[in-house]
């Protein structure tokens, strides 16, 4: 499995929790960029089938091409947005709406706006000084891993969103399956196959807790609560596909809402 990932900073005061303005605020500028409808209106609109917003924003679906990579209380805005499938072809267009967002809409509630951001990709400045760079060379990178380790920690950076029972799974609760599910899942969404699990790592370390958080849904013209589990497992027990899984959440993210950031996962090889 290929992806993309484009790395955002900037110098403009964020909030503990940035993934939703983000989120936003990318959309709105993507919308701006690739929009072809005179009405500006998703519903019914003769383009959405085609249309890079329309997919990212507006289609339904329990998966999506595109996640956030962020840290909580950051202190500034920066980011990391990761593309997968066919989107990835199409990355000039959210690059476009990036410098968008910064220089024309602005960020947060009070709209800030700043020239002196950088966009970044696999070590390259793409994005630097108020322009974009010639002849950078933006490649897909391989979800790979050559490394093996029997004893691993596990962070949860952001929250942790999995559902099971109906519910959203406590620090009590949460085990290494259920991630090792979820990131499977995705796996097998992007045609990677369907993964066969061995063995369960065991839990010998567990400092876990819940943390809430919020965003303001615009659909819902209402405030919603996306809390989950941050903290760290210690790991042991762990076999290859185990390993391999959790390897992956860090490029995919884990759990539900990625696409606000949420799910971020570090992975420690302890051995």
């Known amino acids: 499995m290929e992806y993309l990932r484009f790395d955002v900073k ?12 983000v989120r936003g605020a990318l959309g709105a500028a993507l919308k ?31 998966y999506h091409d595109y996640r956030l990579d962020i840290e909580l209380s950051p202190g500034t805005y920066r980011f990391g947005l990761v593309l997968f499938g066919q989107v990835m072809e199409r990355y000039p267009y959210i690059l476009s ?9 602005g960020l947060g509630a009070r709209r800030q706006k700043s020239e002196n951001f950088e966009i970044w990709c696999d070590g390259e400045a793409v994005y630097r000084d108020g322009d974009f760079a010639r002849n950078v060379q933006i490649k897909p990178k391989s979800l790979q891993n050559d490394r093996f380790c029997p004893s691993v920690r596990v962070r949860y950076v952001t929250p942790l ?18 991630v090792m599910v ?43 609560k996306i809390g989950g589990v941050v903290g760290e497992m210690v790991l042991e027990g762990v076999d290859e596909t185990a390993y391999r899984l ?26």
Do not use: W
């Open 161 to 178: 969103r999995i559902k099971k029972g109906g519910r959203i799974t406590g620090p009590e609760d949460i085990e290494p399956k259920d």
């Open 246 to 271: 959790f390897r992956a959440a860090e490029v995919l993210g884990a759990g539900k809402l990625g696409t606000f950031g949420l799910g971020k996962v570090v992975v420690e090889d302890l051995v």
């Open 97 to 105: 709406a990036i410098e968008k967002m910064f220089v024309k809409k």
């Open 32 to 62: 701006s960029v690739v929009c072809v409808n005179p009405a500006y209106e998703c519903e019914g609109c003769f383009g959405a089938q085609g249309c890079l917003y329309y997919d990212l924003y507006e289609r339904r679906s329990p």
């Open 10 to 21: 900037s110098d403009i005061p964020a909030p503990m929790f940035v993934g939703s303005s």
């Open 182 to 224: 979820s990131v499977a899942k995705k796996l097998e969404h992007f045609g990677e196959g369907r993964v066969e699990f061995g063995s369960v790592p065991r839990v010998v370390e567990r400092k876990l807790r819940f943390l809430d958080l919020q965003r303001y849904s615009n659909r819902q013209r209402t405030k919603m």
